[in-house]
């Protein structure tokens, strides 16, 4: 009786302190080649206050951790960092990033690319590594949960027009503790 509750606490210890395991776009991409599986890319700038909301409120979540480690390959990337990226015979870079500016700095050219326009965006890309679709701004686990879901499901390839969003959402149950 005692080992199997020791075993229990054990459990969800371990459930509540699993982590994200955050990786460069290279080595997902690298990874869905062995195993295919979506990719989910945090964009942020280490300026960004909601970013760190994000971090801190959302990916800490056990729930969110969780489900992104189980169903997706997850990228942190720098929106203005210097990581050379190389998608799709392409390279990426920010010829214009300088390393003594705190604050802003220039915009990397594959958050151009992905056509990034605010922070924190969140990119989803498919398991040929092709973009889904991004969702922009801080969103607590539960809001998160709709978009993670509709796509680990191939959910969002069925909408046809901007209310089909619109009801999936409404009638979308969240599962996630807040």
Excluded at 11 to 40: D, G, N, R, V, Y
Excluded at 45 to 67: A, E, H, I, M, R
Excluded at 78 to 91: L, M, P, R, Y
Aim: aromatic letters at 16%.
């Amino acid at each position: 009786m005692k080992l199997t509750l020791i075993f229990f606490v054990f459990s969800l210890l371990t459930l509540q302190a699993q982590q994200i395991k955050w990786m460069s776009m290279e080595e997902a991409l690298i990874a869905q080649k062995k195993e295919p599986k979506k990719i989910f890319m945090d964009v942020y700038t280490d300026w960004c206050g909601p970013c760190k909301l994000l971090d801190k409120n959302t990916f800490q979540n056990p729930d969110v951790s969780k489900y992104i480690s189980e169903h997706f390959y997850a990228v942190k990337f720098n929106a203005e960092g210097q990581e050379v990226i190389k998608f799709f015979d392409q390279t990426f870079q920010n010829p214009n990033y300088d390393p003594n500016r705190s604050g802003r700095n220039a915009t990397h050219q594959f958050t151009q690319f992905l056509g990034v326009k605010g922070y924190p965006t969140m990119v989803f890309f498919s398991e040929n590594g092709d973009p889904i679709m991004p969702v922009v701004g801080y969103h607590k686990p539960q809001q998160l949960e709709l978009y993670l879901k509709m796509i680990k499901q191939g959910d969002y390839q069925v909408f046809s027009k901007p209310e089909d969003f619109e009801n999936y959402s409404k009638n979308f149950i969240p599962r996630f503790r807040g």
